[in-house]
């Protein structure tokens, strides 16, 4: 069974310039997470899915961050304009149904913002 | 709202000892799920066990075994015969049961000396 997919793994911008991450979830998975871990912290939830609507994204800076999960399988994570405190690590995550408790993680794309 | 507490930054054990990570938390919820995760630097959370709240038996994997402590709200990981692969961040995790919601703790690093 094919993992949590995401892209890129690396990306350095520059503050102000806008940059969009990708996840592809486990097939049938209907649940889908992005985290933003700060080097040093826990994952912080920025957006739940469910399909694809949106389930919680009180911790999502919305002025600047925003989300998608098309057709309720891919998700896109955007940022713009970044800024120096958003170097951070994007982990998605997908799980099968609130029923089935484990939560899959994908390998996080490293954001680092000069 | 939910809340994760570890409070050991950073743990250490010889090669082939046992180490326990201690974790609280705080919910007024009565079904839950917990979890310890594995981070080892490549940044990938790694399911290493899962609590689920209305069982009272401990759950083990294998050399890694749970302390679940309901009234308390207490939630340590035990790693019996430690190996080096057992380096990396250790986070204790929250899921609640009707959101989905993923909660996690600020992480425990375990060094491991042979």
């Known amino acids: 069974e094919a993992g949590v997919a995401q892209s890129p793994r690396y990306k350095i911008i520059e503050k102000r310039q806008s940059v969009a991450f990708w996840c592809n979830p486990i097939?049938?998975?209907?649940?889908l997470y992005w985290y933003q871990q700060i080097l040093g912290q826990g994952p912080k939830l920025l957006i739940q899915?469910?399909?694809?609507?949106?389930?919680?994204d009180s911790q999502l800076p919305k002025e600047r961050f925003s989300a998608e999960r098309l057709k309720g399988v891919d998700s896109t994570l955007k940022i713009q304009p970044a800024k120096l405190e958003d170097s951070a690590v994007y982990l998605c995550?997908?799980?099968?149904?609130?029923?089935?408790?484990?939560?899959?993680f994908g390998e996080g794309s490293w954001l680092t913002v000069v | 709202a939910q809340t994760v507490t570890q409070s050991q930054p950073e743990m250490s054990v010889q090669e082939a000892e046992t180490v326990t990570l201690s974790c609280t938390y705080d919910?007024?919820?009565?079904?839950?799920?917990l979890f310890w995760y594995k981070q080892p630097p490549s940044r990938q959370m790694i399911l290493v066990i899962r609590?689920?709240?209305?069982?009272?038996q401990n759950a083990t994997e294998n050399r890694f075994s749970v302390n679940f402590q309901k009234a308390a709200k207490a939630f340590s990981i035990k790693i019996s015969d430690s190996q080096l692969g057992d380096a990396a961040m250790y986070f204790c995790?929250?899921?609640?049961?009707?959101?989905?919601?993923?909660?996690f703790g600020t992480g425990t690093r375990l060094q491991v000396f042979p």
């Open positions: 995550a997908s799980s099968l149904r609130a029923a089935i408790p484990t939560i899959y």
């Open positions: 097939s049938g998975h209907a649940t």
């Open positions: 899915f469910q399909n694809n609507g949106v389930v919680d």
């Open positions: 919910t007024s919820e009565s079904d839950y799920y």
């Open positions: 609590q689920e709240a209305y069982k009272q």
């Open positions: 995790a929250y899921r609640n049961y009707n959101t989905d919601k993923l909660i």
